[in-house]
């Protein structure tokens, strides 16, 4: 049907912004690149595991943020202060509760994403370097628990330090530098608290978002894997030379597309 000169005058007063930021920057244009993707039809819900990843990454940096705006990283005050971010602060209670459950919450899903992954075999040519980031972002993400543990300073965090500190310590050839490295100090105190303070709020995370970022862009340009008992599973390219097999990877122009009537 035909549009209305109204509906044609409507529409374009409403794609003039939108026009004007992407003939200056391309900015949406890779917005619909990473948006709107064809992805296999039979992905199931297993598959939804990474975006509950990442939403509960973004849970974290938002409350701690929050949080961070109350916090003082020294040891005389650190204490009164999250009793007040508990008591006293508006929502308080909420926001600090739902951080420190949200970090368990976060790390069991990243291992449940890894499950699904490893169990998908979709580690498998061409997505290693996506499981690799994604190692990277494990390790990472469990430095975040391990340094924002501290930061109550009660005994619990106190002594939980103290045993992680001597684990570290008894790694070969550089865990004693690294037990060093991270107490700021020959005893835990004052310049311990502010390093893990700035690890766990500015290094850790901005590493994180970073890594995220290039774990996201791999998945957008490699696609999302088949299940294992799929025609198109993970690793079928290399295994069987299959050119239609493998679904997202036949977007990298490594093999061909997949025949017609795969995508939905
Ligand atoms: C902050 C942590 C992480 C976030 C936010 C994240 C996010 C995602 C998302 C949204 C996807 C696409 C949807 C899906 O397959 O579920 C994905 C795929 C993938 N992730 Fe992660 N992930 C994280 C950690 C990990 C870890 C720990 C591993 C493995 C060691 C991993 C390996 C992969 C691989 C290989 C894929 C491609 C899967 C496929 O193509 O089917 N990721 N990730």
Redesign the pocket.
């Known amino acids: 049907m035909a549009k209305s000169a109204r509906r044609k005058q409507i529409e374009a007063v409403a794609l003039y912004p939108v026009d004007w930021i992407e003939e200056r920057t391309g900015l949406i244009g890779y917005h619909k690149w990473f948006l709107f993707r064809k992805v296999p039809r039979d992905i199931n819900w297993m598959?939804?595991?990474?975006?509950a990843?990442?939403t509960a990454?973004i849970v974290q940096a938002v409350t701690g943020v929050v949080l961070a705006m109350y916090y003082k990283p020294d040891p005389d005050k650190a204490y009164a202060s999250i009793q007040h971010i508990t008591d006293d602060v508006f929502a308080g209670w909420l926001v600090r509760g739902m951080h420190k459950w949200g970090a368990s919450v976060f790390i069991i899903l990243?291992f449940l994403?890894?499950g699904?992954?490893f169990l998908?075999g979709?580690?498998k040519y061409p997505?290693e370097i996506?499981?690799i980031t994604?190692?990277l972002?494990?390790v990472l993400?469990m430095a975040e628990g391990f340094t924002g543990y501290l930061l109550p300073w009660d005994q619990t965090a106190y002594w939980a330090t103290v045993v992680g500190i001597n684990i570290n310590a008894t790694g070969p050839i550089v865990g004693p530098f690294l037990a060093q490295f991270l107490q700021g100090g020959t005893q835990i105190g004052p310049d311990t608290l502010s390093k893990f303070y700035s690890l766990h709020m500015l290094v850790l995370p901005g590493a994180?978002m970073a890594l995220?970022g290039l774990?996201?862009y791999l998945?957008v340009r490699?696609?999302?894997?088949s299940p294992p008992w799929s025609r198109t599973a993970?690793g079928r390219e290399r295994a069987e030379g299959d050119p239609t097999a493998g679904h997202?990877a036949g977007r990298t122009g490594l093999i061909r597309e997949p025949s017609s009537g795969e995508d939905d």
């Open positions: 598959q939804t595991l990474g975006a990843t990442l990454f990243m994403h890894m699904r992954v998908f979709a580690y997505r996506n499981w994604g190692v972002l494990l993400g994180i995220i774990h996201m998945v490699l696609g999302v894997t993970a997202g």
